[in-house]
């Protein structure tokens, strides 16, 4: 059975810093194309970034420099440390995950395509 389990979220000040983090059990860890994304009110999910097993990385042009995005896969845990955060930022944030299908499409593959997702931890940014 996947599960993908979120924690870290919180409230926090304009400026502040948050790390998420996301378990991730019943896929192949090393094997796989994995991401955040989130979901404010009345707007729709977005990609914040996405790793793949190798490392490489792809962030939405609204996080870089701000945001990173990790694995350690002794621990097969995703993270997403967040820093500089603005009042736009305050979402649902999910992880999810899929099986991997080569860089290019784990960049690109539609948020629907994903076939596993946690359910998500709430950050809230005030100014």
């Known amino acids: 059975q996947v599960q993908l389990v979120e924690s870290g979220g919180g409230s926090v000040q304009a400026g502040g810093s948050l790390r998420l983090s996301c378990v991730v059990s019943g896929i192949p860890y090393n094997s796989a194309c994995m991401g955040w994304f989130r979901q404010a009110p009345g707007k729709e999910r977005e990609r914040v970034a996405v790793i793949a097993s190798d490392g490489r990385t792809s962030y939405a042009d609204s996080v870089k420099g701000r945001f990173t995005i990790s694995t350690d896969n002794a621990k097969r845990t995703l993270y997403l440390q967040m820093n500089s955060l603005k009042p736009e930022d305050a979402a649902m944030y999910y992880c999810?995950?899929?099986?991997?299908?080569?860089?290019?499409?784990?960049?690109?593959?539609?948020?629907?395509?994903?076939?596993?997702w946690g359910k998500g931890t709430q950050v809230t940014v005030s100014s």
């Open positions: 999810a995950a899929d099986l991997w299908t080569g860089w290019l499409r784990c960049q690109a593959q539609p948020i629907k395509d994903y076939a596993y």
